[in-house]
């Protein structure tokens, strides 16, 4: 099986190159490689390599920036993600492209199923279901996986900046208001391998199991580093309103998702956050 990754040099890119099956030959690609929105270059590239498969983790992710670059995500993740869908459905190649909860405003107060409303509050939010939508009309038999609040050994993410911050500072301070599941990219791209071994279309949810605030985040990020060595002293860890710490996106305070179609597919649910957090900061001690 041929697999076309976009995305590849991101934290979900990069676990699912890890996480391949044995029987996928895979081409990967990062922004460098591809721009997903042109399409010249896309055609050229689907008539070269052939895929069977292609899986869209390219985004436009940087959400305050959003904010004022509104023409670069929007043509990032809308037109991009539409592109490459209407290329794999030419080439006859499964499609499945990687959403967020952002495209919910967060008032719902119960996990949000896949057929919820949508609601994006700002740029980003918005540019992704534009991005669902174009991939819909270009390629009716494509899988979305819409996920939420994605950590990975490498890369800029939650984790990684709070360790540093905790080994830097005296205290650190973290919104408490806003509730969500850290999703661990390594577990979300098995989930995604899967997903397509069962034919899996249409939109469906995939986060670790929980849910948390960023401050309950943050307190077991602290304890279960101290427990393994990776962070040698403990610092108060302050719980601060979103008001606090004010951005210019408007984030969902609560991002929840109902997995429920989604494990029906696969049989098995998705292991709790914590014990993916654990695994994480296990691969980063080990790796020095």
């Keep these: 099986m041929k697999v076309l990754i976009t995305g590849a040099g991101g934290q979900l890119g990069r676990a699912l190159q890890s996480s391949a099956p044995a029987?996928?030959?895979?081409?990967?690609?990062?922004?460098?490689?591809?721009?997903?929105?042109?399409?010249?270059?896309?055609?050229?590239?689907?008539?070269?390599?052939?895929?069977?498969?292609?899986?869209?983790?390219?985004?436009?992710?940087?959400?305050?920036?959003?904010?004022?670059?509104?023409?670069?995500?929007?043509?990032?993740?809308?037109?991009?993600?539409?592109?490459?869908?209407?290329?794999?459905?030419?080439?006859?190649?499964?499609?499945?492209?990687?959403?967020?909860?952002?495209?919910?405003?967060?008032?719902?107060?119960?996990?949000y199923r896949p057929d919820h409303p949508t609601a994006p509050l700002g740029v980003y939010g918005a540019t992704k279901l534009a991005g669902e939508q174009a991939v819909q009309a270009a390629h009716p038999q494509a899988l979305i996986v819409r996920t939420a609040w994605v950590y990975g050994v490498t890369g800029s993410n939650f984790v990684r900046t709070m360790l540093r911050l905790m080994a830097d500072r005296d205290e650190v301070r973290v919104?408490?208001?806003?509730?969500?599941?850290?999703?661990?990219?390594?577990?979300?791209?098995?989930?995604?391998?899967?997903?397509?071994?069962?034919?899996?279309?249409?939109?469906?949810?995939?986060?670790?199991?929980?849910?948390?605030?960023?401050?309950?985040?943050?307190?077991?990020?602290?304890?279960?580093?101290?427990?393994?060595?990776?962070?040698?002293?403990?610092?108060?860890?302050?719980?601060?309103?979103?008001?606090?710490?004010?951005?210019?996106?408007?984030?969902?305070?609560?991002?929840v998702l109902d997995k429920r179609s989604a494990i029906a597919l696969v049989g098995a649910p998705a292991p709790h956050w914590r014990v993916h957090l654990r695994d994480m900061l296990g691969v980063i001690k080990a790796n020095g």
């Excluded at 539409?82 to 959403?99: E, N, P």
């Design 23 to 111: 029987h996928a030959d895979v081409v990967a690609l990062d922004r460098q490689s591809l721009d997903i929105a042109d399409e010249a270059a896309i055609v050229d590239l689907f008539d070269e390599t052939e895929p069977d498969l292609v899986i869209n983790a390219a985004a436009y992710t940087a959400v305050d920036r959003a904010e004022s670059d509104q023409i670069e995500a929007h043509r990032i993740n809308a037109e991009g993600a539409g592109a490459l869908a209407a290329a794999a459905a030419v080439q006859r190649a499964r499609f499945i492209h990687v959403s967020t909860d952002f495209v919910f405003d967060g008032s719902n107060g119960v996990p």
């Design 175 to 255: 919104v408490a208001d806003q509730v969500g599941t850290p999703t661990y990219a390594a577990g979300l791209a098995r989930a995604l391998w899967a997903l397509d071994a069962t034919g899996a279309t249409g939109i469906h949810h995939w986060t670790d199991s929980g849910a948390a605030s960023w401050y309950d985040f943050a307190l077991a990020i602290q304890e279960e580093a101290l427990a393994i060595g990776l962070l040698t002293r403990q610092v108060p860890v302050l719980p601060i309103a979103t008001s606090d710490y004010p951005t210019p996106a408007r984030r969902p305070s609560y991002s």
